[in-house]
């Protein structure tokens, strides 16, 4: 059985950096895709990137796209999302998952397993 532990949340000033991880446990990831999603309390959960495991192809929101930065080290069967230059509009909750195969799915349903969420707050 797969588990996925999130951290790094917290409170950061507008401009601020934080970084995420996501440590995996239960099997190596060969040909899989972890993703991070964010929801903000009443709204959907919302795609913020992608990474391929085996070929580490990436794939990010426009909303995220030139302050955010998806990773992994395959090693440590490891991802990390490192979020610079946030916004208030970033506060969410944050979650990474993980799903068999590649290709690009966007959709919370494509996806087998889920970490517990790590609270990202960003002050203005």
């Known amino acids: 059985q797969v588990q996925l532990v999130e951290s790094g949340g917290g409170l950061v000033q507008a401009g601020g950096s934080l970084r995420l991880s996501c440590a995996a446990s239960?099997?190596?990831?060969?040909?899989?895709?972890m993703t991070w999603f964010r929801q903000v309390s009443g709204k959907e959960r919302e795609f913020v990137s992608m990474?391929?495991?085996?070929?580490?192809?990436?794939y990010y929101a426009d909303s995220v796209k030139g302050r955010f930065t998806i990773s992994r080290d395959y090693a440590k069967n490891t991802g990390y999302l490192q979020m610079n230059s946030l916004l208030p509009e970033d506060t969410a909750v944050y979650y990474c998952?993980?799903?068999?195969?590649?290709?690009?799915?966007?959709?919370?349903?494509?996806?087998?397993?889920w970490g517990q969420g790590t609270q990202v707050t960003v002050a203005s």
């Open positions: 998952a993980v799903r068999s195969g590649i290709g690009f799915a966007r959709d919370p349903t494509q996806y087998n397993y």
């Open positions: 990474i391929y495991w085996s070929s580490q192809t990436t």
């Open positions: 239960g099997r190596t990831f060969n040909d899989h895709t």
